[in-house]
């Protein structure tokens, strides 16, 4: 597993490295390519909160301090959503950076980021049924496998099936992982 992963706020330089490497479908892989977007709305959100918001919130992911992706966390809610509240997590490493163990590591610094700062009881994660890689990188990172969501994400000009994980305050979690307490 690599070292010096570390989470850290979102700089003006990490916007445009995530244009540049997240801009097609090359950057971002067969599965989290969904067509060409505008920067202009991330941007935006930069400008106004620097990215963290009580919705959710983007990090720079960094190897030995050189940015290498982003994770990401948004609302999400089995109910309603003043009861029954709860992170969804998201991460988009640049190509160079993939199949190293960085991912995990990443994801697995975010849990302990949002169990330490925020009230979540519940943390969860989907992927393609294909996207095997990031599977056991969500594994490895303390998340549990809850099934299959069929034809929840379109992408590609069909439907395709996604499996979802979550992790629990409770569980044993990502500080195996990352080194944490």
């Known amino acids: 597993m690599p070292?010096?992963?570390?989470?850290?706020?979102?700089?003006?330089?990490?916007?445009?490295?995530?244009?540049?490497?997240?801009?097609?479908?090359?950057?971002?892989?067969?599965?989290?390519?969904?067509?060409?977007?505008?920067?202009?709305g991330l941007r935006?959100?930069?400008?106004?909160?620097?990215?963290?918001?009580p919705d959710g919130g983007v990090l720079s992911v960094a190897e030995a301090g050189r940015t290498v992706g982003r994770v990401e966390w948004f609302a999400g809610s089995w109910g309603r959503p003043e009861t029954s509240a709860c992170w969804t997590l998201a991460i988009g490493l640049i190509p160079a950076a993939q199949g190293r163990g960085i991912g995990t590591r990443?994801?697995?610094?975010?849990a302990d980021y949002l169990f330490a700062h925020t009230r979540a009881e519940r943390l969860q994660a989907w992927t393609?049924?294909?996207?095997?890689?990031?599977?056991?990188?969500?594994?490895?990172?303390?998340?549990?496998?809850?099934?299959?969501?069929?034809?929840?994400?379109w992408r590609g000009g069909r439907w395709h099936d996604q499996v979802i994980y979550s992790l629990l305050?409770?569980?044993?979690?990502?500080?195996?992982?990352?080194?944490g307490a």
């Open 44 to 53: 935006r959100r930069f400008a106004e909160n620097g990215l963290l918001g």
């Open 106 to 110: 990443a994801q697995g610094l975010l």
């Open 169 to 179: 305050r409770t569980d044993p979690g990502p500080a195996a992982v990352t080194g």
């Open 128 to 153: 393609d049924c294909a996207n095997l890689a990031e599977q056991r990188a969500l594994e490895k990172a303390g998340f549990v496998r809850e099934g299959v969501l069929r034809s929840a994400q």
């Open 3 to 40: 070292d010096a992963i570390t989470l850290r706020p979102v700089t003006v330089d990490d916007l445009d490295l995530f244009e540049r490497e997240f801009g097609g479908p090359e950057g971002v892989g067969a599965y989290q390519w969904f067509g060409f977007r505008s920067a202009d």
